[in-house]
Nanobody, 121 residues
Framework: QVQLVESGGGLVQAGESLRLSCAAS????????MGWYRQAPGKQRELVAT???????NYADSVKGRFTVSRDNAKNTVYLQMNSLNAEDTAVYYC???????????????WGQGTQVTVSS
């Protein structure tokens, strides 16, 4: 079983920054794609950013140039540096990891419990 524990959310003013962290724990062979998604009230969950084990990244258009995703493979941790935050970034942010439990197994998707980010304007 794999657990994802997020941290770093909070309340900030527009224009400020936050850094989210998500650490994976448990027994597994490899973590492939890791990423961040968010869900605002009344809206569907949407992709924010993803990063492969090799460091290739992908961002939603709405956060390009403001957010940076990174990971530490040795620590099984993914980060999201969020700069120039605005009210539209207010949401619950969820960490996701595509985990390969064993060498020959399929990939399983795991989710964190979510962390609230609130940006006041």
């Amino acid at each position: 079983q794999v657990q994802l524990v997020e941290s770093g959310g909070g309340l900030v003013q527009a224009g400020e920054s936050l850094r989210l962290s998500c650490a994976a724990s448990g027994t597994f062979f490899k973590i492939n794609l890791m990423g961040w998604y968010r869900q605002a009230p009344g809206k569907q969950r949407e992709l924010v950013a993803t990063i492969t084990s090799g460091g290739s990244t992908n961002y939603a258009d709405s956060v390009k140039g403001r957010f940076t995703v990174s990971r530490d493979n040795a620590k099984n941790t993914v980060y999201l540096q969020m700069n120039s935050l605005n009210a539209e970034d207010t949401a619950v942010y969820y960490c996701n990891a595509a985990v390969q439990p064993t060498l020959l197994s399929y990939v399983i998707s795991y989710w964190g419990q979510g962390t609230q980010v609130t940006v006041s304007s």
